[in-house]
């Protein structure tokens, strides 16, 4: 399945990390239950645009599962805090 998720940076970030940086911190968070294949992000004007390909019985569990990982890599990661998930 096809997912989509976006990292909003805060109104003032101490600092980005690149899209890179950003793409290695998520997949610190994703476990092999998350049945996820590829990620790829890309940077945007508000934060990171992320496309997902995972295995998942349909779209709306992929994505629900697709903004968690990403709420877990806010959360565990000190280089994220302030972002948000949309």
Same mark, same amino acid.
């Given at each position: 399945?096809?997912?989509?998720?976006?990292?909003?940076?805060?109104?003032?970030?101490?600092?980005?990390?690149?899209?890179? !940086?950003?793409?290695? #911190?998520?997949?610190?968070?994703? +476990?092999?239950?998350? *049945?996820?294949?590829? @990620?790829?992000?890309?940077?945007?004007?508000?934060?990171?645009?992320? !496309?997902?390909?995972? #295995?998942?019985?349909?779209?709306? +569990?992929?994505?629900? *599962?697709?903004?968690? @990982?990403?709420?877990?890599?806010?959360?565990?990661?000190?280089?994220?805090?302030?972002?948000?998930?949309?």
């Amino acid at each position: 399945m096809l997912a989509r998720a976006a990292l909003i940076a805060p109104a003032d970030p101490a600092g980005w990390p690149t899209a890179q !940086v950003a793409c290695d #911190l998520i997949w610190l968070h994703v +476990t092999p239950p998350d *049945r996820v294949e590829h @990620i790829r992000v890309r940077s945007s004007r508000r934060g990171f645009d992320i !496309v997902w390909f995972m #295995l998942a019985d349909d779209p709306g +569990t992929a994505r629900v *599962r697709a903004q968690m @990982i990403c709420h877990d890599a806010i959360t565990g990661t000190p280089l994220l805090m302030g972002w948000q998930v949309g």
